[in-house]
């Protein structure tokens, strides 16, 4: 099970750090993403990171604002948010990828264990 948190109601040109938790023992083996569903439009990717951490994956809407890490020991992968702008305002949610290979896949249909959610608000 993920559990995410940290969002909140901010201003334009703030930051924001996002946490996602899984409630397992043990080192993740997987892949985790994040993603965001705005009202009225489809949920879309924003970042991944792979199980080792070595290959990081970014929407090209968040690239050079956002940074995805994960930490083992924590079973947690972060999102930290820079530059925010009304446009990033959404539910953010995180997710495990479904296979033990990560190969950079973005679609929310390879990824699985979705968490329930964490609102982001982006005042002007």
């Known amino acids: 099970q993920l559990v995410e948190s940290g969002g909140g109601l901010v201003q334009a040109g703030d930051s924001l750090r996002l946490s996602c938790t899984a409630s397992?023992?043990?080192?993740?083996?997987?892949?985790l993403g994040w993603f965001r569903q705005a009202p009225g439009k489809e949920r879309e990717f924003v970042a991944s990171?792979?199980?080792?951490?070595?290959?990081?994956v970014y929407a090209d809407s968040v690239k050079g604002r956002f940074t995805i890490t994960r930490d083992d020991a924590e079973n947690a992968v972060y999102l930290q948010m820079a530059s925010l702008i009304p446009e990033d305002t959404a539910v953010y949610y995180c997710?495990?990828?479904?296979?033990?290979?990560?190969?950079?896949?973005?679609?929310?249909?390879?990824?699985?264990?979705w968490g329930p959610g964490t609102q982001v608000t982006v005042s002007s």
């Open positions: 990171i792979s199980a080792s951490g070595g290959l990081t």
């Open positions: 997710a495990q990828y479904q296979y033990a290979y990560y190969n950079g896949a973005t679609a929310a249909r390879e990824f699985k264990y």
């Open positions: 397992r023992r043990g080192k993740s083996t997987y892949a």
